[in-house]
């Protein structure tokens, strides 16, 4: 069985329901960001929130935490990692992810349920979904619209790397449209939309546990 | 008096006119020397000033009060605490408060809305229950104005910046635009929390030699003054120089203390539990030490000090957020502070319980102030009011932006984008309503919000409270506020368990306030013993008056209900072509005066609002709540600001479907007048009929197609949401 862990920081938010999502697929674990041991733990989840109170630029102090330097060498040897919002945020800020995430363009918080669009799903967090398939995924965030250079932007739709992509108007005004991506290697990726508030009938939809139902066919050790 | 009647040698004594700059009376200042015995010195009448302001010892309102029924089987905590909490079995409880932050609001909108969360959650895990959700209730004057624009985006976004940030749902709310909130906004804030019964902890100090230790953020400059200065006036000109008298919040830091507070507990390691609010150090102190019957020692020289030259007194009384005050055993001081150090909260001792009766300040073990506990909390003056309804109408009448005799076509959409009717949407989306995944209604989806429990069943919580109608009859309007309030309850199938409010006010010693004020608990006492609902505790907020005269009288209800499961809680929108539509519960046609249109037509407001059976609306609640948690019904909304109509496009936008009616009796009152104690629902005829057996109906129509459509009349759903979508403007 595939085991989480799930990586909390002063300000995270979205742990417990992070964890709770893992727990539905998998064994989970929370891991604590001074701790630089990970457990051995087969899959990452960055959760959401606010970490050390995102007063700088959002994810720029939580990189430097210990775990973090665990979690940048978890996923240089192809370990799975997924971030959510603040852990997109995160990522981005480790140089895990490509691009960076700016204030929303209208620089107010949004939050309300989405569509969002699998573009691939030749990534741990989406081989349980079909390219093309739709998911109802709820967005919460001020800081998510998606930036990278023109030349860089292009790449990543060359690449393949765009793996969630808005319906319609991206809420938050992101290049592209885009709501997710991976790193080259493909086994980090990064959205701002949260899977792990749709995961139960009491969510009114179900379509984020592919996510986690995804990482969890990945065999330990991959 | 002469020096040698104080301790303190050589200290100056700041004497009677300092305490009336502070707030208190001469003759309150004359009972403060006599309690203590000698005249106080500057420690100690800050510290008086601030215990006996009106917003700490609660002067005008306590006797009032009394009066509330506040007892139930199910209450576990009551009012004294820092909030009220009732069991919601499997030993699980739930917590909730709702407190104003009206003044520093309306001089600095962005953070005394921000503070104002942070402060109500603080209350909530003080007794050890984890903060799960935040609701919001918002007056502003009329949108037309640069001023209520500029204070409700700033208010909007401080609510959101805390509860997003803190990582707490706000899961519902309301505003109301209304002209005589133009210069004193109202902005109360309520949040609720659940706990074990077993961990949940009170504030009384106990244990003589038992450590005080005080944790979180530092003391510093901000907020001095704020209870008596700020939250005791009327406000006047010139309130941009009250600014430094408004504190500024770090959600961040707040997170941080509810991990640390919840762990302390969770460890059993405190004797009690105390947040910092008005007042500061000298109101946490001083009540933790009346409720326990001890004295308490105090050393400032080891509080951690932002600035490092504050005088005692500055850090008796400052209102640094985010920080918590606790009493442990000695043997446990070192577990306590090693929290602290893994949450990164700084935590220090700074005290000791004692076998006295007094609150002793020291200032590096040298005494500075010296005042017998029971005078600070107990012998603050009570007033009794002075009642007299008004001769003349207080208010002027609203402005009017709609002509009478418009076609019914015309008002409906006039209604839709008023104000007080439109969308709230662009509000709410600026709010994280998720957060902690146990929300089963979001704003918009229901007439309450409805969270999941970990017992399986679900809570219900509406808030809810129309000055204008109390401000027309203020004994009927809030029995109105409390049965809408239930009402919404009623709509996802909830049965309330009990209820805590805020009554906004203005100035008391004036007799029309104090005619507003009492007969408004005298009509929340009434409805609540009628519903059999508790009290389980509140706030007050007086003086809310500006250079224009006083606010509506304001009192705002939060209500918390109880239904077996959130997953069949109700829903307000259309959802099943062919669902027959149903007017439940009213008898009599509605009256216009008082309503939503009367006042877009600028009618003066009437001298009183139509009496109401309240257990007739209570059998009402009964049966709607019945057919709900039966899933009977499709859809459920109660009738309110705008009457019939407005509620049927609500429910035709909610759901996205159109609604074809059926009414022969196109009068305007009939469409468009307001009453408690009516509700449009849909259900299949079967489901319609089983409701029928229960209270009286009347068919109105059927769902389907993509228009509301009324006679002649024909509204497509397009333009029914672009009415409502008016408030989008303001948030560009």
Known sequence: MTRFGVLRFPGTCDDDEALAACELVGDGVMLWHGDSDLQGVDAIVVPGGFSYGDYLRCGAIARFSPAMASVVEFARDGGPVLGICNGFQ???EAGLLPGALLPNIGLRFICHQADIEVEHADTPFTQACEAGELLSIPVKHHDGRFYAPPEQLEALEANGQVVFRYVGDAPNGSSNGIAGVCNERRNVVGLMPHPEHAVLPLHGSEDGLKLFASAAQVPAGV | MSDTATPFRGQAIPGVEQAVALGLTRDEYALACDKLGREPNEVELAMFSLLWSEHCGYKHSKKLLRTLPTESERMVMGPGENAGAVDIGDGWVVAFKVESHNHPSAVEPFQGAATGVGGILRDIFAIGARPIAVLDSLRFGEPGSERTRYLLDHAVAGIGHYGNSVGVATIGGEVYFEAPYETNCLVNAMALGLARREDMIRSA?????????????????????GASVLASAELGEGEESKRPTVQVGDPFAENKLIECSLELLERGLLVSLQDLGAAGLTSSASEMASAGGVGIDLDVARVPLREADMAPFEIMVSESQERMLCVAEPARVD?????CVKWEVSGAVIGEVTGGDALRVLQGGVVVGDVPVAALVDDCPLYDLAPEAPAAPLYDPPEATLAAGTSVRETLLALLASPNIASRRPLFEQ??????????????QADAAVLAMPTGAGIAISIDGSGR???????????EAVLECAANLACVGGDPLGLTNCLNFGNPEKPHIAWQLSESVRGLGDVCRALDVPVVGGNVSLYNEGADGPIYPTPVVGMVGELPDPLAAGQLGFSREGDVVALVGWDATPPLAGSELAKLRGEPLPSELP???????????????DAVRARDLSSCHDIAEGGLLVAVAEAALAGAIGVRLTLDDLDEARLFGELPGGFVVSGDAAAIDRLEQRVALQRIGSVGGDALVLGDETWSLGELRAAHGALATLFP
């Open chain 1, 90 to 92: 995160i990522l981005c």
């Open chain 2, 431 to 444: 709010y994280d309503c998720l957060v902690g995944a146990r929300t089963a209604r979001r704003p918009e």
């Open chain 2, 469 to 479: 109608r109390v401000a027309i009859d203020p004994y009927r309007g809030t029995i």
């Open chain 2, 611 to 625: 009496a109401t059976d309240i257990a007739e609306i209570a059998a009402v609640h009964a049966a709607i709540r």
């Open chain 2, 335 to 339: 577990e306590v502070l090693a929290v």
């Open chain 2, 205 to 225: 100090a106990a244990g003589p030699g038992n450590a005080l230790i005080l944790f979180g953020a530092t003391t510093g400059r901000d907020g001095i003054g």
